[in-house]
């Protein structure tokens, strides 16, 4: 029986199969080029079809992208790590309470996007939570850790 999540305490000795990508799914070492730089866009220019645009490049040629100027603080980035981590070492028990393969669902813990539907599952295991607007969506938010 394969893990639901990878956190769930289970040590691997193999990787299981539902994780192993076909090779022509595989990212390729060869293929990658290195970047001098990472993008940066910063969203204090106040040109939103500029931002748009950048965006768009970013992700095209990149695959990802460093955002400036976006209005959260340090000290709330570094909150949110620190209670991210505190859920993750939460007992499996505790954080199985939230596991869900339901894809609609607005807070869920699981491993892969759709996991009754995905062929191979993503190494990883994620919490999802709505954030927008904040009074309707705080409520559905875990319990544990307190500092939630």
Same mark, same amino acid.
């Given at each position: 029986m394969e893990a639901k999540v990878i956190s769930g305490g289970t040590r691997f000795t193999? *990787? @299981?199969?539902? #994780?192993v990508r076909p090779e022509s799914e595989r990212p390729r070492l060869s293929e990658v080029s290195a970047f001098e730089h990472v993008p940066i866009i910063d969203l204090g &220019?106040? /040109?939103r079809s500029r931002v748009v645009h950048?965006?768009? /490049?970013?992700c095209r040629v990149y695959g990802f992208f460093q955002v400036i100027n976006h209005g959260v603080s340090t000290e709330a980035v570094e909150r949110m790590q620190e209670v991210a981590a505190e859920f993750f070492r939460l007992p499996v028990e505790e954080k199985m !309470? *939230? #596991?869900s393969e339901d894809p609609t669902k607005t807070m869920r813990l699981s491993t892969s996007f759709n996991? !009754?539907?995905e062929k191979v599952h993503n190494?990883? /295991? #994620? %919490?999802? %939570?709505? &954030?927008? @607007? %904040?009074e309707k969506y705080m409520e559905e938010w875990p319990a544990n850790p307190p500092t939630f």
């Open positions: 193999r *990787l @299981p199969r539902s #994780y &220019c106040n /040109d950048q965006v768009g /490049d970013a !309470k *939230l #596991y996991v !009754k539907k190494w990883r /295991d #994620y %919490l999802r %939570l709505h &954030c927008h @607007p %904040l």
